[in-house]
């Protein structure tokens, strides 16, 4: 009314609490899709012995097709999982510009991906040791770590596909805080 803007204040910009909280959570999504491979890999130590005392087998995670499932569905869910925190920062940099189409859907391409991986090999991880109870249990009498490493990695796999399904749901839910500084031109 008066005629200088130089008063004027710049519109407040939104809460980005969601894209902060999402971030955490692709970020444990990653780790524990990892930590989950890496338990399951390692998964080793159950050796079988005869009546005269010869090692007769050992038993690893490759003797259960499920459990190799699930270390390739967790590795390649983590690596998707990096793709998806890069695209995030990557598309979050330009919002002020028209953003482009192409990261966002690769993005929720990616989104897909990794629940559909996590989901399906902590669902077979989780009947395998049903199927497979008895053999699994054998080696807890073991001296190895067999039976507890497989339990460890479904569980790991089970709060991987939690995370990934709770990051999936934060992304679109606006939460009213900001965690990071919001670009501003003083």
């Given at each position: 009314?008066?005629?200088?803007?130089?008063?004027m204040?710049?519109?407040?910009?939104?809460?980005?609490?969601?894209?902060?909280?999402?971030?955490?959570?692709?970020?444990c999504?990653?780790?524990?899709?990892?930590?989950s491979?890496?338990?399951?890999?390692?998964?080793?130590?159950?050796?079988?012995?005869?009546?005269?005392?010869?090692?007769?087998?050992?038993?690893?995670?490759?003797?259960?097709?499920?459990?190799?499932?699930?270390?390739?569905c967790?590795?390649?869910?983590?690596?998707?999982?990096?793709?998806?925190?890069?695209?995030?920062l990557?598309?979050?940099?330009?919002?002020?510009?028209?953003?482009?189409?192409?990261?966002?859907?690769?993005?929720?391409?990616?989104?897909?991906?990794?629940?559909?991986?996590?989901?399906?090999?902590?669902?077979?991880?989780?009947?395998a040791?049903?199927?497979?109870?008895?053999?699994?249990?054998?080696?807890?009498?073991?001296?190895?770590?067999?039976?507890e490493?497989?339990?460890?990695?479904?569980?790991?796999?089970?709060?991987?596909?939690?995370?990934?399904?709770?990051?999936?749901?934060?992304?679109?839910?606006p939460?009213?805080?900001?965690?990071?500084?919001?670009?501003?031109e003083?």
């Open positions: 009314m008066y005629g200088s803007e130089c008063h204040m710049p519109p407040a910009a939104l809460p980005n609490g969601s894209k902060a909280v999402t971030l955490l959570l692709r970020l999504t990653f780790g524990l899709a990892l930590a491979a890496v338990v399951m890999a390692t998964a080793s130590d159950c050796t079988f012995y005869d009546a005269d005392g010869a090692a007769a087998a050992t038993v690893t995670y490759k003797n259960y097709p499920p459990f190799v499932y699930l270390v390739a967790n590795i390649t869910a983590a690596i998707l999982e990096m793709a998806a925190i890069y695209l995030q990557v598309k979050g940099d330009n919002e002020g510009e028209a953003a482009p189409v192409l990261p966002g859907v690769v993005l929720v391409v990616a989104d897909v991906a990794v629940q559909v991986l996590l989901y399906s090999s902590t669902g077979a991880a989780f009947a040791v049903t199927a497979y109870g008895a053999q699994i249990r054998a080696c807890a009498g073991a001296a190895g770590h067999f039976c490493q497989v339990h460890r990695a479904k569980l790991v796999g089970l709060g991987a596909s939690l995370a990934a399904g709770l990051a999936a749901v934060a992304k679109d839910v939460l009213p805080f900001s965690v990071w500084p919001i670009t501003s003083d």
